[in-house]
């Protein structure tokens, strides 16, 4: 596989308090790579030191190619009544303001045609105030793929949806990916949808812990020392999970 970005011992110390250390692994293109790890384990913090957002590390982050790439950051919501439209939230992200209130209709059918590609184009007039979490969550997904990216790198996709949709969002983002031939990289707290998913795993507690195909290395006693004793056993049955995408 063609390596995209390459890690290497990475460090980050916040107060002279080591927060990542010795973290090397490779991205490479075509992964849905998973980043694991308890709450505090520096997940977003290395995915913020991959894509520029943090400098203060150490170590080498070397991207060996610099495709279009994405972020889709954790969940936001919008307060009830939030008054811009679905097209206007995109046509203000997207910083075309001279044509904010008479957009080219090649830009309208852009942004139907993502919004149609995360099954939300109906919703294309709704106002955000009047969307669920998870239709947030795919008008997110739906923007980051505005500018045909190859690389997208999702903080915890289905943060704050319930578990029917959850399965769902992420079921949507296998078909994203092999629909476009995509590279993505996914904070999940999910072990189910890693194991059902992510092509590669990426196990933090501060330290790497352990990297490699999910089945081969999320062992009872990496669970252990990823999560502490509670989450040992939680997820064993995953080890024969088949990797049905039909559904």
């Not at 010795?22 to 075509?30: A, E, L, P």
């Not at 109906?122 to 947030?136: A, P, T, Y």
């Not at 092509?199 to 062992?219: F, M, R, S």
Request: aromatic share 8%; hydrophobic share 40%.
């Amino acid at each position: 596989m063609e390596k995209l970005i390459s890690i290497k011992n990475l460090g980050v110390a916040f107060n002279q308090k080591p927060v990542l250390k010795n973290i090397t692994f490779d991205i490479n293109q075509g992964d849905i790579l998973a980043v694991i790890g308890p709450n505090g384990s520096g997940k977003t913090l290395l995915i913020r030191s991959i894509l520029g957002l943090n400098e203060n590390y150490t170590g080498e982050i070397v991207w060996h190619h610099r495709p279009e790439t994405s972020y889709v950051p954790q969940k936001m919501a919008f307060e009830k009544g939030f008054p811009l439209t679905v097209k206007e939230f995109f046509l203000f992200e997207i910083g075309r303001n001279l044509s904010f209130w008479k957009p080219s209709l090649k830009m309208e059918n852009e942004i139907k045609k993502r919004l149609d590609e995360v099954k939300i184009g109906h919703l294309i007039d709704h106002r955000l105030g009047d969307l669920s979490q998870g239709e947030v969550q795919r008008m997110f997904i739906a923007r980051s793929l505005l500018e045909q990216p190859k690389l997208i790198f999702f903080d915890e996709p289905a943060a704050g949806i319930d578990i029917s949709t959850e399965a769902t969002v992420y079921q949507l983002l296998y078909d994203i990916h092999q629909k476009n031939g995509l590279t993505m990289v996914l904070v999940s707290h999910e072990l189910s949808v890693v194991y059902r998913f992510a092509t590669k795993v990426v196990c933090l507690n501060k330290d790497l812990i352990c990297q490699g195909v999910p089945q081969e290395v999320l062992t009872p006693e990496a669970l252990k020392e990823i999560y502490g004793h509670h989450h040992t056993s939680v997820y064993k049955h995953a080890h024969n999970f088949e990797h049905d995408h039909t559904s």
